[in-house]
């Protein structure tokens, strides 16, 4: 009788379901690359699950301000993040952030990558990635890059093409992508690698030069770019991604379904045309790819932060 009653209240364990509201936080300000990444799936993904998804932006401190919302929240399916870059590198640049992955965070699916574009003030003399090497060679420490941030995406990018091409060149940190590309246009200083749909626009508008993309291959966004190895730069490829992450004792069943249904998702041909319409690639993956993806790019980039010695306190 014992064991009859024990399978009865078994049964709605088993049987787990989202909540009726599902947030998606996003640690970052409305508006950017992470943000549009929430907002392309919130509908397609409501609809799936029978349920109401909402976009929370929670920027700040890096974006622990998110972290922490999400990492503290009720491994129930009903709170997630939108994880990026940043989930993989902070911790080996901050070494005393609270939150990390994957001691707080369940991965759930890789949506999207989207590589940097290197572009360059337009007059300048170099015109190909090996003429700005051999510059920088001839004159070591006297050329400087910009970007966005000490620890950005961009910053470590252009640590790893110095890496790459054994060159010593200066770093000019700015509160921002669009103040750095700016002086980039105006020749202030003379290149800057930059997100791809960022960089993109600037550089069909005719503010900055491209010189070549951090993709494996040629993105279909701008064919006539060549890619880093194309240039002459091996083992350079670099790419900002989005992901899902939930709490890390969210249920398996609720992380499979909601990987499952994401994948589909990002497969959609309209879904993979709007992120490509921005030099993105949609993706779509199981938890143990964008497990594995992560490991990945924490051992690519320790490399880069030793070498480079990047810290931040």
Not at 11 to 18: D, I, N
Not at 45 to 63: D, F, R, S, W, Y
Not at 239 to 255: D, H, M
Not at 274 to 291: N, Q, Y
Request: net charge neutral; proline share 9%.
């Amino acid at each position: 009788m014992l064991g009859a009653s024990a399978a009865i209240l078994a049964g709605p364990v088993r049987a787990q379901t989202f909540p009726k509201q599902i947030r998606i936080v996003v640690p970052y300000p409305p508006g950017g690359g992470a943000d549009t990444t929430a907002r392309f799936i919130q509908n397609p993904l409501q609809e799936v699950l029978g349920v109401t998804i909402v976009v929370e932006n929670k920027p700040g401190a890096a974006g622990m301000i998110g972290d922490e919302v999400v990492a503290k929240a009720a491994p129930d399916g009903g709170t997630l993040l939108l994880g990026a870059f940043a989930h993989a590198v902070n911790p080996l640049i901050q070494p005393k952030m609270p939150f990390r992955t994957p001691e707080d965070f369940a991965p759930v699916s890789l949506l999207t990558s989207v590589p940097e574009l290197m572009v360059i003030t337009p007059s300048h003399p170099a015109k190909t990635v090996a003429d700005l090497v051999a510059l920088a060679k001839a004159q070591p420490g006297k050329l400087f890059y910009a970007s966005s941030g000490n620890g950005s995406a961009q910053h470590l990018a252009a640590e790893l093409f110095k890496l790459r091409t054994g060159t010593d060149i200066g770093h000019v940190p700015y509160k921002g992508g669009g103040l750095a590309v700016g002086d980039v246009a105006a020749g202030h200083i003379p290149f800057y690698f930059g997100n791809m749909s960022a960089a993109l626009p600037q550089a069909r508008a005719g503010h900055v030069r491209a010189l070549a993309v951090t993709s494996a291959q040629r993105s279909p966004a701008a064919p006539d770019v060549p890619t880093m190895e194309e240039a002459g730069v091996k083992g350079c490829v670099i790419s900002e991604w989005n992901g899902i992450l939930a709490p890390a004792a969210t249920p398996r069943p609720l992380v499979d379904r909601l990987s499952a249904e994401l994948a589909k998702i990002m497969r959609d041909p309209e879904i993979k045309a709007k992120f490509a319409d921005l030099g993105v690639e949609a993706i779509g993956s199981t938890p143990a790819e964008l497990a594995a993806f992560m490991e990945d790019e924490r051992k690519k980039w320790a490399e880069v932060v030793k070498a480079a010695n990047i810290k931040i306190e």
